[in-house]
């Protein structure tokens, strides 16, 4: 293992001043459960460390009915999980974050860096994906706005430049009589990254009208998470059935061609993407017709469909 000179910063000024300073040699980190495993592996061997994890007001998460979700990059894995507001209003990323590792890691692992660790398996990706959330990422220039679906550029790589780092994600409150869902697999089933994970979400003008939104995301099974556009397709601005949400299931199958590796075959992911889509879809429809299923419910409901 690669020796590196620890720095530690307070402000979100002092973070981009030393990214900025060390440039390529320097790597940020936030609960580090990604970073060590790498560093340790001699796949990451950065000169400099930059922990951001006493930068204040990074470990914020609020909600309101204006403005959503608020998601500071600090936050970690079991706030999201745990949060009244996530819960009531998003279960499809609570759900995602109920899914991730166990509870040690989830304590640590922050929202930011499961998004800038940008791998195609990241479990709170796919839920945020289908909520349209926004990224606001900081540097020397100022900050900008990045709609979540245009931040990955690649396995492992996003939009960020030197000297910047993602600050917070914003989640559009859901419009009434939405649903959602996620549904990970894994064979291990606990502390593995998902073979397939997808997270769906469904609106309906009215309990019973038509859908008036749906969208669908896919992790692990190409080379950053992605959106199923063409599945979402056949359900927007239809009566929803079963045999629609079939149909939904079956393009979003037909859209992706995953790649062979040790926790599953390309043709088993292509399979679990038609099962899962249509099972989160099916889970999705049901909360926007009925009413927001309560959390516990939901995750009985993933438990049982896991085996
Ligand atoms: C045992 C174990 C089990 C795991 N299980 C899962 C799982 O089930 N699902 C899953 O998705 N992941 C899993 N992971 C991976 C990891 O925990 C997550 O990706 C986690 O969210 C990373 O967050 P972190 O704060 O620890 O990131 P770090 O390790 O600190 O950083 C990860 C990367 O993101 C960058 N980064 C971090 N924060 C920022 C920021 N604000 N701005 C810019 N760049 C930033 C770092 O430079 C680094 O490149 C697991 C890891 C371990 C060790």
Redesign the pocket.
Known sequence: MKRFEYLEARTLRQAISLLVRHGENA?????????L?RWRAGVWNPDYVVN?QRVAGLSRITYSSQNGLKIG?LVT?RTLEQHPAVRRRYPGLAAAAA???GVQ?RN???????I??A?P????IPALLVFGSECRIVGPDGERWVALDKFFTGPGRTV?QTGE???EIRVPAPAPNTGSHYIKHSPRGA????TVGVASLVSLSGKSGPCSEARIALGAVAPTPVRAYAAEDVLRGQDISEQLIQAAATAAQDGVTPIDDVRGTAAYRNEMVGVLTRRTLEQAYAAAAQGPLAFEEQRRLTIQAAF
């Open positions: 790597r940020i980190v936030a609960g580090s459960t990604d970073f495993v951001i990059a894995v899914s991730f590792a890691v640590l692992a922050t929202v930011g860096g499961n800038c660790n791998s398996s990241g479990d709170t960020l780092l993602l600050a502390m593995d990254i998902a």
